[in-house]
């Protein structure tokens, strides 16, 4: 189990011009190794003539490609001489080196290894700047990118109808921007269990109070609203001194997000539904739309569509202490939710999201702004951390229908797909905000319906013992 725990860098901090060298350093290797990628990906189309760009890095490869390949002949030497020196029956068979190759239209995607080793031999500057195994970060990072990209192009291909436009290339990050700097715990170290010591510099970061429990994995530098944020991710183990709490696997919690009521809690253990109110959060969200947008119209008047700034001090400030709020709104509502879980033995949590469900939402336009921008994904990798360390399973559920079928009369729940009308005709119906009338005339609070249907989505038969608890009147709890 891994755990983090952030230092915030303030400007003024005696390690804050290291994290924003570093980390615009990691932006500038960034950049370079995107580069390198896409002037050779794109270089082989039909009947194209090498821009001179590519021709570039073409040419640079062609320079030290034999190098390259004579390093992977040494390297396989070595080892080769290495196993002679062992007894006959404890000797490895060695292969040979499997040599690097030129890009060319049937192998136009350069390897990790491939530009990793390009890097070195040609001593590219941005790649030289900063501290070993940071740089190869920093390059795994452009490879995700990458590789995240193919796979959602063939997605694409299947499911077109589940994107809103083709996948597009990785691009480049923003010329004076920052991006994430990691450290592995080889390069960074704790000592005397009190101060972090990071590389190419002598400064050090008192932690002593944060009280680690357990090895230091990796040290991540991110850019945060101008300032910057160290995490440590710490390997813990299980806390032995932490109450043992017996869970029923036939108990099943399903929680519906929204905006009024920010998670309506459903189980099916005969309690009663809980509701807790999202006035918190949403009056949080109300003064920062306001205020960004008087500010924001303040920064733009008079500039044309292209001219001028488009971010302050004064809306960087704002931003970040939305964040922070809204941050610190969801851990107590998360903790709640944990605890009313172990306090009726859930040993399931069913969370309804769906796919892209803050494009196109069909809400009131006061509602809608508050649901796009309230970051509920947040939330949910809260409470899926938290339910783990009690042995709590938290899954995520497409949630089509839910609010449409009937919980009381049992309704079948299909499977939204696009173009394809529901072949189901559901007993009740929504009649206002909030309440639900079923086939017999019984009204429910809405939200209650949903979550309960989102728990029939993955177990259908959750409410085979009756659904008493919960008909009756929800609970409503605030955050804190």
């Known amino acids: 189990m891994y755990r983090t725990q952030q230092i915030r860098i303030k400007k003024g901090h005696r390690l804050y011009t290291y994290c924003d060298q570093l980390t615009f350093l990691a932006k500038n290797l960034y950049n370079a190794t995107n580069f390198h990628i896409r002037q050779i990906f794109t270089a082989f189309g039909e009947g194209k003539n090498l821009q001179p760009l590519q021709q570039e890095v073409f040419d640079l490869i062609d320079q030290h490609l034999p190098q390259m390949n004579a390093i992977k002949r040494k390297t396989v030497e070595k080892k080769r001489q290495k196993e002679l020196k062992k007894p006959v029956e404890q000797r490895k068979e060695i292969q040979d080196a499997v040599l690097f190759e030129f890009p060319c239209a049937q192998q136009k995607w350069p390897s990790y290894a491939f530009l990793d080793s390009l890097f070195k031999v040609s001593e590219n500057e941005d790649y030289l700047a900063l501290p070993g195994q940071v740089n190869q970060q920093v390059m795994r990072l452009v490879y995700q990118n990458w590789k995240a990209y193919f796979a959602s192009l063939k997605d694409y291909q299947v499911h077109p109808h589940q994107y809103i436009g083709r996948p597009k290339i990785p691009k480049y990050a923003p010329k004076n921007g920052r991006i994430a700097c990691i450290f592995s715990n080889q390069v960074c170290k704790v000592k005397d269990d009190k101060y972090l010591r990071f590389p190419q510099t002598k400064e050090r970061l008192n932690i002593g109070k944060l009280g680690l429990k357990g090895p230091l994995q990796q040290v991540r530098i991110i850019p945060s609203y101008g300032e910057y944020t160290v995490e440590l991710v710490i390997k813990k183990e299980e806390e032995k001194d932490k109450e043992f709490v017996e869970l029923e696997e036939q108990h099943i919690m399903g929680i519906d997000l929204g905006i009024h009521g920010l998670a309506t809690i ?112 947040m939330l949910i990798r809260m409470i899926e951390y938290k339910a783990e360390a009690y042995g709590i399973q938290v899954h995520r559920q497409e949630e089509s229908y839910t609010s449409k079928a009937s919980l009381v009369d049992m309704d079948e729940l299909p499977t939204y797909e696009k173009g394809v009308p529901a072949k189901v005709r559901f007993c009740g119906r929504r009649v206002k905000r909030g309440l639900y009338r079923t086939k017999e005339n019984t009204c429910i609070h809405a939200d209650v319906n949903a979550a309960g249907n989102i728990i029939r989505k993955v177990v259908p038969n959750a409410f085979a013992e009756g659904i008493e608890g919960v008909v009756s009147r929800p609970l409503m709890l605030s955050i804190g």
């Not at 009056?283 to 924001?296: D, E, T, V």
């Not at 709020?325 to 069913?350: E, G, M, N, P, Y």
């Open 266 to 377: 459903v189980d099916n253990t005969g309690s009663s539904p809980v509701i807790i109110k999202g006035q918190t959060v949403k009056s949080i969200n109300q003064y920062y739309n306001k205020q960004r947008a008087h500010y924001y119209r303040v920064l733009r008047h008079g500039q044309g569509p292209k001219e001028g700034s488009f971010q302050s001090k004064r809306l960087q400030r704002l931003d970040q202490k939305r964040f922070f709020k809204i941050k610190d709104a969801f851990h107590k509502a998360s903790f709640q939710i944990v605890q009313l879980a172990l306090a009726r033995k859930v040993s399931t949590i069913v969370i309804g999201v769906n796919k892209g469900w803050k494009q196109k939402v069909s809400l009131r336009k006061q509602d809608k702004q508050h649901f796009q921008t309230l970051p509920h994904t």
